[in-house]
């Protein structure tokens, strides 16, 4: 049996910046403390959350307009969020950076709230923690193609409760609780 080809090999060396949730209802999106330098966010605004309009205003200008088309898109059409965009952070300069998540909604399909991450972007790198996500929202896409009810809902409740306890950890860490 022949060894792999270094090429075909993937390195899980991309470096996870930190997660985020953005609660739809409230229109509040907190994210871990590691984000906020990214994003040039205070610790006051980490603490209390910040708009979607807000967040949007801290992307590059030249991708704004198409992250805010495919969070609107990812909510309309259920489909998981996936972007690569630039932030220019303070003293660092421009970084590229790719963000995934996907929307939850209530009994009757409207959105609460949006989890997911944020990772470097390095073209042909990948991470460990990515590819869960990635296999598990793959799964899914799987279950709705061949309309297994009950394995959606269980994928869901799945993504959903890691969200939720995301959200509570972050909370957590931002109210000085571990």
């Known amino acids: 049996m022949d060894a792999p080809h270094a090429s075909s090999i993937q390195i899980a060396t991309t470096k996870i910046l930190g997660a985020w949730n953005w609660n739809v209802e409230a229109d509040t999106i907190v994210m ?25 205003s801290l992307i590059h200008v030249d991708d ?18 996936e972007e690569v965009y630039r932030v220019v952070e303070e003293g660092v300069g421009t970084r590229w950076v790719r963000s995934k998540g996907r929307c939850y909604y209530d009994a009757e399909g409207s959105p609460v709230h949006m989890t997911g991450f944020t990772i470097e972007a390095v073209p042909g790198l990948s991470t460990l923690h990515a590819s869960i996500v990635d296999r598990l929202l793959e799964a899914r896409t799987l279950a709705v193609a061949a309309n297994e009810r009950m394995l959606i809902k269980l994928i869901d409740a799945v993504a959903l409760e890691a969200g939720l306890q995301l959200a509570a950890a972050m909370k957590g860490l931002k109210d000085g609780r571990s």
């Open 32 to 56: 871990c403390t590691t984000l906020a330098p990214l994003f040039s966010i205070s610790d006051e605004e980490v603490n209390k959350g910040i708009s979607l309009y807000h967040f949007l």
């Open 64 to 81: 704004m307009r198409r992250i805010r088309f495919s969070i609107g898109h990812a909510i309309g059409s259920k489909l998981p969020f």
